[in-house]
């Protein structure tokens, strides 16, 4: 396993209700990242963090809503989320943003089930 | 416009064959090239590493290469074991940008 955890590793959920995914990383990482990945598609990439300050939105709807409180914590709150975000959702962090030669470290995954 | 294509969604060779697959782009210009491993269920864990000036990397039986004029990266498994099948991403790195993941190849090694 990686220095980057994730809970809950599975979640159902209905259209209405409200649900947070969190993400801690141990290794004194500057950057901090969320991935959505669907069946049969590439990773896609929703939210990054560095030092705590969010530097992309790669046009996520609204109803995902990302809030990172300090370096080693982040957060995706979800609400009146729709069948079509089921997937699994992935947190990374990175030493830096914008490093090509960094490695990225994931976490296990939230594999989310709305219905 | 910009397309990451992994050679197939799907890969099957006997125990002991060497694994290839392969990593195309298109509209990138890539200063690193990243390789992963993906179990079913669980998160990307990084491999390789591979500069655009590098043609050649090694890593036990692992074995990556980089060709920017074919815009190509080839990610060799020798003495593939069953314990290798799993899906595999290649990620690039452009300079000032974040990475791009492919669609990955899912290998299955046969006893």
């Known amino acids: ?115 | 416009s910009q397309k990451i294509e992994q050679n197939s969604e799907a890969l099957n060779i006997q125990e002991g064959k060497t694994a290839t697959l392969t990593c195309n782009y298109t509209n990138y210009s890539p200063a690193y090239l990243q390789w992963y491993r993906q179990d079913p269920g669980r998160g990307p864990v990084f491999l390789l590493l591979i500069r655009e000036n590098e043609k050649e990397k090694r890593k036990e039986r692992l074995k990556v290469t980089f060709d920017t004029t074919l815009k190509q990266s080839l990610f060799h498994i020798t003495a593939s074991q069953p314990a290798d099948s799993a899906t595999y991403l290649c990620a690039l790195a452009v300079y000032g940008q974040n990475f791009v993941f492919g669609p990955g190849t899912r290998l299955s090694v046969l006893p």
């Open chain 1, 1 to 115: 396993e990686t220095g980057v955890t994730q809970t809950p590793r599975h979640l159902v959920m209905g259209m209405t209700n409200k649900k947070s995914l969190k993400c801690e990383q141990h290794l004194g990482h500057n950057a901090m990242y969320w991935y959505k990945q669907s069946a049969k598609k590439p990773l896609e990439l929703m939210f990054v963090y560095s030092l705590e300050e969010r530097v992309e939105n790669n046009s996520v709807p609204s109803r995902f809503s990302p809030e990172c409180p300090n370096s080693s914590h982040l957060f995706l709150h979800l609400h009146t989320l729709q069948p079509e975000d089921s997937a699994l959702y992935l947190c990374a962090s990175s030493q830096e943003r914008l490093a090509g030669a960094d490695t990225q470290y994931f976490g296990p995954g939230t594999r989310l089930t709305v219905l």
